[in-house]
């Protein structure tokens, strides 16, 4: 991800008169919270975007992923974010990915060739979770 690229035209959106208003905000968080495209999570308040491409070469699994969620959503684009809750350190190995997964709000976890669905994992008390959050210093 060390390229930026501009979001293309036809993935822009228009933004209306009221989102107008909002991009003038002098609120910081007013201001970016109004989408720029049909892929907002991606989308910059430049229209940019940083960019990490995948080959089918090189990343044979993944690109095969990738194609069919593109197939099946007409969005060629699928989002690289860091994994963790905000303050706790990124996850490093499959027993922090459970963990996270178990008090975040994720519907499916998939690790190599295992899938686990929220609805078949036992369920965390709300006292259980935010214990877990809370253990985390946010910055």
């Known amino acids: 991800m060390l390229q930026v690229a501009s979001v293309r035209p036809e993935w822009r959106t228009v933004p209306?008169?009221?989102?107008?208003?909002?991009?003038?905000?002098?609120?910081?968080?007013?201001?970016?919270?109004?989408?720029?495209?049909?892929?907002p999570a991606v989308t910059h308040v430049d229209y940019s975007a940083r960019v990490q491409t995948v080959d089918p070469v090189r990343h044979g699994r993944f690109h095969r992923l990738m194609a069919r969620?593109?197939?099946?959503?007409?969005?060629?684009?699928?989002?690289?974010?860091?994994?963790?809750?905000?303050?706790?350190?990124?996850?490093?190995?499959?027993?922090?990915a459970y963990r996270c997964f178990l008090v975040s709000e994720m519907d499916v976890l998939v690790l190599e060739n295992c899938l686990l669905r929220r609805s078949e994992q036992p369920a965390l008390s709300a006292a259980e979770r935010q214990k877990y959050i809370a253990s985390f210093k946010l910055d």
């Open 16 to 39: 209306t008169e009221d989102e107008r208003r909002q991009m003038q905000d002098p609120d910081l968080r007013v201001r970016v919270a109004v989408p720029r495209s049909r892929i």
């Open 69 to 96: 969620f593109h197939e099946l959503t007409g969005c060629p684009v699928i989002v690289n974010t860091s994994f963790n809750i905000r303050g706790e350190p990124i996850v490093c190995t499959p027993q922090d």
